[in-house]
């Protein structure tokens, strides 16, 4: 059975860091484009990053350019987000995707199909 399971969300300060990972089990995911997205109350998903299988390319939502930065070890099958410089704004559901084409150049931000449980993120002012 294929899963993502996502870990290291909880409650921090603003101007805080947290780190996510999520790791992949049942196959593995070394070959495709792993993200990051988001989903708070009331509001709907938002892209948040995503690697490409091989690091090459990365991609990030125009909200967290520069304060968060998404990178992958194959040889763990996981991924992680690093979240720095944390606002309020960005408390919400955090949930690790898999583009299950393999060997995707680039990133597609509609392509990612296969999904975590997700991570409560919450920062507080």
């Known amino acids: 059975q294929v899963q993502l399971v996502e870990s290291g969300g909880g409650l921090v300060q603003a101007g805080g860091s947290l780190r996510l990972s999520c790791a992949a089990s049942g196959r593995t995911f070394s070959t495709n484009g792993m993200g990051w997205f988001r989903q708070a109350p009331g509001k709907e998903r938002e892209f948040v990053g995503a690697i490409s299988w091989n690091g090459a390319y990365t991609d990030y939502g125009d909200s967290v350019k520069g304060r968060f930065t998404i990178s992958r070890d194959n040889a763990k099958n996981t991924v992680y987000l690093q979240m720095n410089s944390l606002k309020p704004e960005d408390t919400a559901v955090y949930y690790c995707?898999?583009?299950?084409?393999?060997?995707?150049?680039?990133?597609?931000?509609?392509?990612?199909?296969?999904w975590g449980q997700g991570t409560q993120v919450t920062v507080s002012s």
């Open positions: 995707a898999a583009d299950s084409t393999r060997l995707r150049i680039g990133i597609v931000r509609a392509a990612f199909d296969i």
